[in-house]
Every structure is written in structure tokens, then in C-alpha cells.
């Protein structure tokens, strides 16, 4: 069975992440600054509280902790912060008051709709109420002791300012650029597509109007009618699988694929596609390929839609095939537990560990050896999975390069 553990962020984790790990580096300077300009314990005390406090949150946000909690938990803490030090750090005569607006910005970054208006209106209530103690209380919060302190606080704090902006202004540069790759890619893999769909529809076409046409030459001898005959029924067949693999990414697209759950018995369906597939591996000229089965266990009857389940072994077959001159072929499935495994392994080609994961994505194809034209449209994987998903299971590929490849899915039991 497949079992990977990955640790992956988001956008918006890694948003979250920076300005965490920023409100450490912010601490820290301040703790510097602190001793060198003896502003006092209680200012010495946040700054520690600060660093223990963002630090927690990285570690926290960097483990998985819910993107809504964090987001939260960052706001309000620097929220809380930054009063304290707008109260320890002289008022309206520092420079705190302008932290306010990272605070602003950050609550633009993160949030959205209604979490967007309550979270400004919050702020504005804040700065109202400092502003009515700083209006009312003038004497509320001490003054600097000389000008060269207040100098040194506020362009230190205008240090403190530019690293929460680079770190906003960093995140969004690299989502941008992240999200322009991937904008590139997909338009780079929608016009492979259309010229793999034109070449794939072209060819069969062509082929049944050519065979047509000479399906009227009067000095055909029987046997080549029947093979014309034939020729063309296989062009008709793959013409409408590939309009077929068309009109289901379509509904799969929209979310109206419809699947008819049934009693089904899988050997009933394993013989069956071995018995198909022998017979197509000496039609086609490969039976230097073993078609092996392994089923394990009992017969079981499960609950399932049986032409899904068979147009997903049959992708996987077909792409077996495709890929496999000698060697052998091996599918079946093993009881397990909670679900029902399924295999497909081949001793073809095989399939770099970088695209493991890619080839599952709709229209994309594997093109590294220039040298080998490999037809098909780059969705019968994509197809694959989203039907598999359909079920409830899932489905991943073990393989190496020139070591064959093994296609796994699951449905449950």
C-alpha cells in the first residue's frame, strides 16, 4: 500500500509562516535595542515574550496547525503587542502608532469578506480608543528622555517596518510567480492537447475515408474487402474512445459524472478483460508479452459501478501495452481489510520518479525521448484517477526508468 508522508503549505501557510518568523526577528532586534538604550524591564519583558510567543506560532503554523487558527492567533497577538508597546514605548511621540497600519495590511493579506470588515472595524476601534486617551490623558504615557533616544527608536522601528514588508511583499511576489508557472504550463499543455486531439482524430479519419474509398474498387479480391472491412471498424473504435475520453472530462469537469453502483463480481471482470486482452496482444502483433492474473483471496461480490471499474483497468492495460515490447503483463487485485487493492504491472519502459505525480494531471504527457512517438491525448490517467477518486479510493504508480512500472488503485471493500 502507498503510504507517503509529506509535509506541504499552502499560500497561505507560508504567508502565515514568514510574518510569524518576522514577528521573531522583530523581537529580537527590539530585545537588542532594548539593552543598548535601557528603555526598561517591562519593555525587556514583552521583547521575550515576543520572541517565545511568534516562535511557538512558526512551529505551530510550519506542523499543520489550522490556516483559520493561525490566521487569528497572528493578528491578535501582534494586535495585543502592539498596544503594549504603543503604551510602554511614549504613545502618539513614538513610532508604534505606525505599526497599525502593517497590522491593516495584514488583515487585508489573510482575510476576506465578512472576517475582512470585522477585523478592520476591530482596528478601528482600537486606534478610536487610543486616540481618546492620547486627546483626553496627555499625560497618560511618559515622554523620550532625550532626542537621541527618540531618533534611535524610530528609524529602528522603520527597520522593524520594512522586514514585515519584505516578508508580505516576498510571499506574494513568489505566489505570483508560482501562479504564472502554472498559468504557463496549463496554456503549454492545452495546446499539446489540441494538437494531440487533432492528430489523434485526423488519423482514424483519414483511414476510414481512405478504406471507404477504396471499399468501391470493383477488382478487390474478398479477403482484402474483409481486411478493409476491418481496418475500419478499428478506426471507428478508437474514433469514439477518444471523443468518448472528450465528452468525460467534460462532465467530469462539472461535476456530473454519474456512477451506476451495482453487485459486481470482480473475477467475472478480470477474466473477462483477460481473455479480451489476449487475444488483442497477438492481434496486434505483441504476444511476445505474458498476460499474467493474480487474484487473491475469494470471489468477492462488490458494490461498484462495473463499466467504470473496467474502463479503468482497460486505460491501465492499454498504457501496459503501449509501453511494454517483451516481458509480461500482470493485473489482479488482493483483499484487504478495509478495501479491495488492484494492480497493473508491466516490465515496459517505466517512468521517472519526477513524474510520478504529473502524469496524472489532465493533458500532460511524457515527451523525453524525442526518438519514440508514444499516440495518445494525455488524458486517459487523468480520466483514471477521477474516476477512481469517484469511488472513494485512490491510485499512485511505482516505478524507475527502463525497470517497468506498476499502476496501484483502490476501491473500498
Not at 207 to 221: H, K, M, Q, V
Not at 286 to 304: D, F, Q, R, W, Y
Request: glycine share 6%; proline share 1%; with cysteine.
Amino acid at each position: 500500500m502507498k503510504n507517503i508522508i509529506t509535509h506541504n503549505i499552502n499560500e497561505d501557510g507560508r504567508l502565515l509562516l514568514w510574518l510569524s518568523i518576522s514577528g521573531v526577528a522583530i523581537s529580537i532586534i527590539s530585545l537588542f535595542l532594548n539593552y543598548q538604550l535601557n528603555f526598561g524591564n517591562y519593555l525587556l519583558l514583552i521583547t521575550y515574550c515576543g520572541i517565545v510567543i511568534y516562535g511557538a506560532l512558526s512551529i505551530a503554523i510550519y506542523k499543520g496547525m489550522s490556516i483559520s487558527i493561525s490566521q487569528y492567533l497572528l493578528v491578535y497577538i501582534t494586535l495585543s503587542f502592539t498596544n503594549l508597546l504603543w503604551y510602554f514605548e511614549y504613545g502618539k511621540e513614538g513610532p508604534i502608532l505606525y505599526f497599525f497600519i502593517i497590522i491593516f495590511t495584514l488583515i487585508i493579506f489573510i482575510w476576506d469578506n465578512k472576517r475582512l470588515l470585522i477585523g478592520a472595524g476591530i482596528l478601528l476601534m482600537n486606534l478610536l480608543v487610543l486616540f481618546s486617551i492620547d486627546y483626553y490623558y496627555p499625560n497618560f504615557v511618559s515622554n523620550y528622555h532625550d532626542e537621541q533616544t527618540k531618533t534611535i527608536d524610530i528609524y529602528s522601528s522603520l527597520l522593524m517596518f520594512g522586514i514585515v514588508i519584505y516578508a508580505l511583499m516576498y510571499v506574494v511576489k513568489k505566489s505570483y510567480a508560482r501562479e504564472y508557472e502554472k498559468a504557463k504550463q496549463s496554456d503549454n499543455l492545452k495546446t499539446a492537447f489540441l494538437e494531440n486531439i487533432s492528430h489523434e482524430i485526423r488519423t482514424p479519419l483519414n483511414a476510414i475515408i481512405g478504406f471507404s474509398s477504396l471499399l468501391e474498387e470493383d477488382n478487390l479480391t474478398k479477403e482484402q474487402r474483409k481486411e478493409y472491412h476491418e481496418l475500419i471498424d478499428d478506426c471507428n473504435i478508437t474514433l469514439l474512445r477518444v471523443i468518448d475520453d472528450i465528452l468525460q472530462v467534460s462532465l467530469l469537469e462539472t461535476n456530473q459524472l454519474a456512477l451506476n453502483i451495482n453487485d459486481c463480481q470482480l473475477n467475472k471482470i478480470i477474466d473477462s478483460l483477460f481473455t479480451t486482452y489476449n487475444s488483442l496482444l497477438i492481434k496486434d502483433g505483441k504476444s511476445a508479452i505474458s498476460l499474467k492474473v493474480n487474484m487473491s483471496g475469494n470471489n468477492p461480490i462488490v458494490k461498484t459501478d462495473k463499466a467504470r471499474l473496467s474502463q479503468v483497468l482497460i486505460n491501465l492495460l492499454d498504457n501496459a501495452i503501449k509501453f511494454t515490447d517483451s516481458g509480461s503483463i500482470n493485473f489482479g487485485y488482493t483483499n484487504n481489510k478495509d478495501n479491495i487493492l488492484f494492480h497493473v504491472t508491466d516490465t515496459g519502459i517505466g517512468i521517472k520518479k519526477k513524474y510520478h505525480d504529473l502524469i496524472f494531471d489532465r493533458f500532460y504527457k511524457i515527451e523525453d525521448n524525442k526518438n519514440e512517438l508514444y499516440r495518445g491525448t494525455g488524458i486517459g490517467l487523468f480520466l483514471t484517477k477521477k474516476i477512481v477518486e469517484s469511488f472513494g479510493g485512490e491510485i499512485w504508480v511505482e516505478s524507475n526508468l527502463g525497470n517497468g512500472a506498476t499502476f496501484y488503485f483502490t476501491i473500498p471493500y
